[in-house]
DNA sequence: GGAATGATGTACT
DNA sequence: GTACATCATTCCG
């Protein structure tokens, strides 16, 4: 027998932090199986949320029960309700009990775009997916997948090979209320699928 | 037990 | 640009 250890994972580079794997996301698709038909996106922004030392992350004040996955390794996925309409997507980074999460802001639709449509009754692809709240609900991501881990319903493809060729543009945060000044949204220079302009 | 509060999106003026 | 829908979670008393 083999010592024990973390079992072997493809997704080991999200137990970096926050911050580093926000930028490293970019140059990923997203991809959801939920509901039997493939839907998938390239990440076009992101924020990264550090943990109990970031005021303006849900874990700043220690676990509860709806903050538990944020606390687990890398890869975890958390998901929330926003405004008690919305769901909005992260994906957990560090090692375990950091804390570290990457909120998913924004998508370029890549696969199924046609059930993406549907579900967002609109046909507008520049709008399908453009917000942390459209982007979950283009893809089916409900409540119900906060605490699972990527691999199954969904998961993480490369899209290129090494660091992307376009520029990574760093910003402040959307919608916060504290630490508003801290440069941790990352967009894709110039692309037109990213919620803000 | 009760009230305040959002990591938002859409519709409307 | 402003209004507001809508509810789980959190915090306060």
Known sequence: MVPYSDPPSQYNWLRQDAV???????????VSQIGGTETAGRIVE???????????SHAFRGPTLRTAPMFEAGGQIYVYLSYGIHTCMNIVAGPAGTAGAVLIRA????????????????????QLCSGPGKLTQALG???????SRLGAELSLRAITPGPIPETIIAG??????????????FTIA????VSKR
């Open 46 to 56: 992101t924020e990264a949320y550090c943990g109990e030392i970031d005021p303006a």
């Open 190 to 193: 110039d692309n037109k699928f």
């Open 107 to 126: 998508l370029e639709p890549s696969r199924g775009v046609n059930t993406m449509q549907t579900r967002r009754r609109t046909t507008n692809l520049w």
């Open 20 to 30: 580093t794997v926000a930028k490293l996301l970019l140059s990923y698709e997203l």
């Open 141 to 147: 991501i409900g409540l119900a997948l906060s605490g």
């Open 172 to 185: 402040p945060r959307v919608g916060i209320s504290r630490a508003k000044d801290l440069p941790w949204r």
